[in-house]
T-cell receptor, first 109, second 111 residues
């Protein structure tokens, strides 16, 4: 099956710093999504982004499908950004998402 | 309230017992999914459904049974629970190729 690799696995930032999270995938995909799992365990959809660039407030994402990677940018980080960020892809063989192992982000005040 | 609801939030059961986790969505999404989340393994797909009466296996289906007689419900049954099925279970739904939305999860402990 498709492989999804996220980097870095862990990230510690001071409040106000910017960061870039990366997601690499091993095969062609039909769609790619980013999720945030907050400290209470809730999984929130951030972006549905099979290709191109999208922005939502301080967060933006870019997917370059031809090169098989996606980036999630977090600007002016806040403590509420802490949690785990997951990238997930839908390959061409199955209508379900395969998740990466996540990037654990800790934003310190 | 609109959205996707899982019940119960927490469940403790004994090895060998049958357990059913419930999932209900109010969006009329065609696709529904069950994932389990374990430390060291991330989120893994158990089963999914493209529509009522259509289900398919995911990555880790052994020991689980699903059904989907109505579009809005997608229960997951552990026929004979084992300790290895201790996990957090997430139900999710989407309308085709659109954003996936998760319920709040069920934390299951098998003793």
């Amino acid at each position: 099956g498709i492989q999804v690799e996220q980097s870095p696995p862990d990230l510690i930032l001071q409040e106000g710093a910017n960061s870039t999270l990366r997601c690499n995938f091993s095969d062609s995909v039909n769609n790619l999504q980013w999720f945030h799992q907050n400290p209470w365990g809730q999984l929130i959809n951030l972006f549905y982004i099979p290709s191109g660039t999208k922005q939502n407030g301080r967060l933006s994402a870019t997917t370059v499908a031809t090169e098989r990677y996606s980036l999630l940018y977090i600007s002016s980080s806040q403590t509420t950004d802490s949690g785990v960020y997951f990238c997930a892809v839908e390959d061409t063989g199955r209508r379900a998402l395969t998740f990466g192992s996540g990037t654990r982000l800790q934003v310190q005040p | 309230d609109a959205g996707i609801t899982q019940s119960p939030r927490y469940k403790i059961t004994e090895t060998g017992r049958q357990v059913t986790l419930m999932c209900h969505q109010t969006w009329s999404h065609s696709y529904m999914f069950w994932y389990r989340q374990d430390l060291g393994h991330g989120l893994r797909l158990i089963y999914y459904s493209a529509a009522a009466d259509i289900t398919d296996k995911g990555e880790v289906p052994d020991g689980y049974v699903v059904s989907r007689s109505k579009t809005e419900n997608f229960p997951l049954t552990l026929e004979s629970a084992t300790r290895s099925q201790t996990s957090v279970y997430f139900c999710a739904s989407s309308q085709g190729r659109s954003p996936l939305h998760f319920g709040n999860g069920t934390r299951l402990t098998v003793t």
